[in-house]
């Protein structure tokens, strides 16, 4: 492996730097920063002990020794700390200004960069795809690392932690909240050779990820039997996955298919899987007996050499190497759940655990058993047959697309309609659409929020050239939710720091509410109740598959902490144990089977870990929201919920809801569903 011989010195740098004092990644002294505290409140005999305190740690925690000595710290300090609370405010108010300049302008920069591999512009040349790849901001926090400005900004706004915010948080003030939101911007400073091997072992596992194909036509069953097409190339995990959904149609080979695949998920998982069958149509293979054939005769293979759990020690120890340099949330798990979702992972945890051992998933198993007609496989996490086919033809409805929104254009022109017919208020709507560009998209289409006020959000969205069809305009809705998000987000807030909302599952949630609502728009009778029923069924299902395997993701990331030195064959076995013990505890007796690996299969696990919690946290709170707002004027509590700002998940949630995060309303749209159904 490339990069073995870099790992291995970085893990002794590591080891060393974790033995350290955690707060060693300043290059002050240990007493330099009580000295300066004490002399700052001797100038400042009027300033709040707790706030110089708070400010001067903060900043000192960033120092290092390129930044000046210990004396120069002192005096930075005595110069730049602002006790007059009128003076605080004014620079405040100019800050706001200033970063609104810098992210919004950089916004700018960047979609001007990447306009013609975003829009279908014409043919692309190789100057386009490089300019797309290129970060015009990439050395910004160094200069303003350099220039100072960090350092006064981390004096005066010192960040607060998660635990603060919730506890603090209710009772702050739009101006406490932004000011708490400026002190997250310095929060910790990882050396660039620390952050590009990260990035390098990421994308290696990325590769290793994305040339993970099974050749499936290469497969045959215990009879010699081949089940799957020449041409069907399947990417693990994801294609894998959606070939068991696929499959459910099929009453006669499905079945088959599905051991096929799932046998060969466990091949995956467990590392048995001939190393050379991989991306590769040279042998024959039989997943069951796991014996390879070429030209009819039988070969042995060398099985795939824990590859797959080496990935993720490297990406384990890339990470952990930044914990130093992090004293506030010294583990990655921390970071990502306290620090990135703003949900503390024993929260996140406790929340999946709640709705995983709730009664409901043994009800559901047993609707699922009885439309399948047989006894659940572990397989059957990814059963597909709660969706229902809509009883609108699909003809039908890309008549009526095409024909309202010939182009890019009618759809721009309609927003204000279709955000009245969504409850907006005249006023509201002109305003929504009149910062809401549409442009013609190259791929499938994304939303693209301002960086400034005086910038427009962009919805991306795919035409055909007879017009926009139903697909398509499904899509550009879930889109133009998003915009209207971030245009609220940026627009109504009182301060530039406080825009945006907690975290990405707040934005998903008004994209998928709007996205729910597109019949009503098109002035058709929203679905059938028998279809909503569906949906919230499958809903729920694919919510237990999610958690199940975030919960793994989870556990692992625990073990990895606990055993930082494990080789790649110890990771894998304490993965398989993990993904077990997980079925046998939530799974194994709704589906009537034991010590299955399943959950095990995720590729995020290997490339993105940890962020599979996203997911599943996303689903809770899109229920969540949309149980509170299926009694209320949509248009206006959108209006007023998605202009809070980025507060932290739980206050943001109690001041749209009145309760915190909680699983119960997916619990309670379950039980009405399956009731319904009944
Ligand atoms: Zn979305």
Known sequence: MKTKNGIFLLSILVTFLLGADLMSQTSLQADTMDNVIRAVTDQYPGASLQAVERGVRHAGSLWRAEDGDDAFFKAFCLKHYIADPAERLRVFQKLNHYFEAIMGHTNEIYLALKKHTDEPTGPLHEIDRMFSAFSPDAHLMQDLYQSRIAFVTALNFPRFTLAEKNRLGPDWSAEEWAMARLGDVFSSRVPAEIKQHAARVSSQADLYISGYNIHMGALRDNDGRKLFRDDQVLLTHWNLRDEIKANYA????????QRMVYQ?????IDQTIPKDVIDSYAYQWNPFANETRKNGRAVDLEREPDIRYEMLRQVFLARRAMDPFHPHMPTCIERNFSGSMEVPQEQVEALFHQFLSSPLLKKVAQVVEKRLGRKLAAYDIWYDGFKSRGSIPQDQLDAITRKRFPNARAFKDAMPEILRELGFSPESAEFLAAKITVDPARGSGHAWGAGMRDSLSHLRTRVGKDGMDYKGFNIAVHEFGHNVE?????????????NGVPNTAFTEALAFLFQKRDLEILDMEPGD????????????????????????????WKWLYAHPDASAAELKEAVITIAIDVWNRYFSESFGVRDEPVLAIYSHMISYPLYLS???????IEFQLGEYLEDKPFGAEVERIWSLGRLTPSVWMIRATGTDLSPQPLIRASERALKKLK
């Not at 971030?486 to 406080?498: A, D, G, I, M, R």
Request: with cysteine; aromatic share 12%; proline share 3%.
């Open 250 to 257: 099929d009453g006669e080979l499905g079945p088959r298919r």
């Open 486 to 498: 971030q245009t609220l987000s940026l627009h109504n807030v009182p301060y530039f720091f406080l």
């Open 264 to 268: 060969v998920m466990k091949r995956i």
């Open 529 to 556: 109740a028998a279809a909503e029923n569906l949906a919230v069924l499958d809903a729920c299902w694919s919510a237990f598959e999610i958690m199940g395997v975030s919960m793994v993701d989870m556990k692992v």
């Open 614 to 620: 996203a997911y599943a946290y996303g689903q809770l």
